[in-house]
């Protein structure tokens, strides 16, 4: 694209659908761009002109059909052509959402999703926590944690958003532990106020300053047919998933991956990957 003459943001957005339906579907009709954008026939058949020209031979019409079809040498212009793709979109759906792609990937297919209930707090609440990360100062609030039986007041340094797969929490240093933690933003009582004091910096936070390697492979009690394809299934490189991160979220990835220190001793059929460096983040007082 980095020769190509610069395309408007909405013509983009229409060209990316029609890249998108040849994918997902296989097929494209002016139709599938008038009822997504609400635009004309002809300006519909002028943007399917248009993704010819610059993606020649992804697709040709058919008379029969009457539609246009995903050629076979068919090669992504806009988007990877991957089912992560695909399957990213369709996380994304909401009945109220009004995105075009969102939309296509789930009229693409019959999908169900199952989540966890989305935690609500004020958005009031996230301003003033941005401002406060922004501007480098202080807040405070009362906050109900599941340690003591009543809110109590904390005064906090917030340094970033997190999200840690299943909920939102607030990195910051508090005044009151006198060290950082983690802050449910959907446990703060009321909405934060921001104080004229300057933060403590994030340089402060050693558990978020330092990577670690964390490693997840097979388990080795499975058969190495049963190995290969959990390999597979986690996009394993040489038998392993490695991902690097921040020592404070590491617990939250190890219980998101629903892997720790015990692994090896649950039978395999149960527990079919385990944590390869136990020992590692054992020394860095990251497991339970």
Same mark, same amino acid.
């Given at each position: 694209?980095?020769?190509?003459?610069?395309?408007?943001?909405?013509?983009?957005?229409?060209?990316?659908?029609?890249?998108?339906?040849?994918?997902?579907?296989?097929?494209?009709?002016?139709?599938?761009?008038?009822?997504?954008?609400?635009?004309?026939?002809?300006?519909?058949?002028? !943007?399917?002109?248009?993704?010819?020209?610059?993606?020649?031979?992804? /697709?040709?019409?058919?008379?029969?059909?009457?539609?246009?079809?995903?050629?076979?040498?068919?090669?992504?212009?806009?988007?990877?052509?991957?089912?992560?793709?695909?399957?990213?979109?369709?996380?994304?759906?909401?009945?109220?959402?009004?995105?075009?792609?969102?939309?296509?990937?789930?009229?693409?297919?019959?999908?169900?999703?199952?989540?966890?209930?989305?935690?609500?707090?004020?958005?009031?609440?996230?301003?003033?926590?941005?401002?406060?990360?922004?501007?480098?100062?202080?807040?405070?609030?009362?906050?109900?944690?599941?340690?003591?039986?009543?809110?109590?007041?904390?005064?906090?340094?917030?340094?970033?958003?997190?999200?840690?797969?299943?909920?939102?929490?607030?990195?910051? *240093?508090?005044?009151?532990?006198?060290?950082?933690? !983690? %802050?449910?933003?959907?446990?703060?009582?009321?909405?934060?106020?921001?104080?004229?004091?300057?933060?403590?910096? %994030?340089?402060?936070?050693?558990?978020?300053?330092?990577? %670690?390697?964390?490693?997840?492979?097979? *388990?080795?009690?499975?058969?190495?047919?049963?190995?290969?394809?959990?390999?597979?299934?986690?996009?394993?490189?040489?038998?392993?998933?490695?991902?690097?991160?921040?020592?404070? /979220?590491?617990?939250?990835?190890?219980?998101?991956?629903?892997?720790?220190?015990? !692994?090896?001793?649950?039978?395999?059929?149960?527990?079919?990957?385990?944590?390869?460096?136990?020992?590692?983040?054992?020394?860095?007082?990251?497991?339970?």
């Amino acid at each position: 694209m980095s020769n190509d003459k610069p395309l408007r943001w909405e013509v983009r957005q229409r060209l990316i659908l029609i890249e998108a339906r040849l994918i997902w579907s296989g097929w494209l009709t002016t139709q599938d761009l008038r009822g997504a954008f609400g635009i004309s026939r002809s300006q519909a058949s002028k !943007d399917i002109a248009l993704y010819e020209s610059l993606a020649p031979g992804n /697709l040709h019409y058919d008379l029969r059909a009457r539609c246009y079809q995903a050629s076979r040498a068919f090669r992504p212009r806009f988007l990877h052509g991957t089912s992560r793709e695909f399957l990213r979109a369709l996380r994304l759906f909401d009945p109220e959402s009004d995105h075009p792609l969102v939309t296509l990937a789930a009229e693409t297919a019959a999908v169900e999703l199952l989540e966890m209930p989305e935690r609500e707090f004020d958005v009031l609440t996230l301003q003033r926590v941005n401002t406060a990360i922004r501007e480098g100062l202080q807040i405070e609030v009362d906050y109900q944690s599941m340690r003591v039986p009543e809110p109590r007041p904390l005064r906090l340094s917030p340094t970033a958003l997190v999200h840690t797969g299943l909920r939102w929490h607030l990195r910051a *240093h508090s005044a009151s532990h006198g060290r950082f933690i !983690d %802050v449910l933003l959907s446990r703060m009582r009321g909405v934060p106020v921001v104080l004229d004091d300057p933060a403590v910096g %994030v340089d402060e936070d050693w558990e978020w300053k330092t990577i %670690v390697p964390v490693r997840i492979g097979a *388990h080795p009690g499975l058969s190495g047919y049963q190995q290969a394809v959990i390999e597979t299934d986690y996009n394993m490189q040489g038998g392993v998933l490695e991902r690097r991160l921040r020592v404070a /979220l590491v617990p939250y990835y190890l219980r998101l991956m629903n892997v720790g220190r015990d !692994d090896r001793q649950r039978p395999p059929e149960q527990q079919q990957i385990i944590l390869l460096n136990p020992e590692e983040l054992s020394d860095l007082d990251r497991l339970a």
